[in-house]
């Protein structure tokens, strides 16, 4: 089991979230914030949709990229924020459903580096049915510490 080294890594995840402008834009909503894992929840909306008609790959990657960030900063030290600095994805099937799920997990926290994975799941339209897996991701997250004006 992941431990926190910040009792209150909640708290301060949720803050941190609540300013992120673009997650706001995109109308993603943080939804469950524990030790090595967070939640984030995407209603599907037709201004973010390639021309297809599927959620955009930049958005997908967005917020899986944001729930691998958050995961790894629950189990960051007080004071220290985070940056990704190296990720990939693998698209699996086409964005489509009436919401996504976004779910980063920590695979190894480093006092530097935290390796994290993440997975995002459509919520098929209408009722019933199963969650597809549209992407999932490996991201390397960077602990930053108080300097060059970053914070949490």
């Known amino acids: 089991?992941?431990?926190?080294r910040d009792p209150g890594f909640e708290a301060r995840v949720r803050a941190s979230f609540a300013r992120q402008q673009f997650m706001t834009l995109l109308g993603a909503r943080l939804e469950r914030v524990v030790a090595g894992e967070v939640c984030i929840r995407l209603p599907f909306q037709p201004a973010l949709t390639q021309q297809h008609g599927f959620l955009h790959a930049g958005v997908v990657t967005s917020v899986v990229d944001s729930a691998c960030g958050y995961a790894a900063l629950t189990l960051m030290e007080p004071g220290a924020a985070v940056l990704s600095v190296e990720?990939?994805?693998?698209?699996?099937?086409?964005?489509?459903?009436?919401?996504?799920?976004?779910?980063?997990?920590?695979?190894?926290?480093?006092?530097?580096?935290?390796?994290?994975?993440?997975?995002?799941?459509?919520?098929?339209?209408?009722?019933?049915?199963?969650?597809?897996?549209?992407?999932?991701?490996?991201?390397t997250i960077m602990a930053v510490r108080e300097r060059g004006g970053l914070s949490d």
């Open 1 to 4: 089991m992941l431990s926190a």
């Open 87 to 139: 990720f990939k994805v693998n698209l699996l099937a086409p964005a489509r459903g009436r919401e996504f799920v976004a779910v980063g997990r920590v695979v190894r926290a480093g006092r530097t580096l935290t390796v994290c994975t993440g997975e995002v799941r459509a919520l098929p339209e209408g009722e019933g049915g199963d969650e597809v897996p549209v992407a999932i991701m490996q991201a």
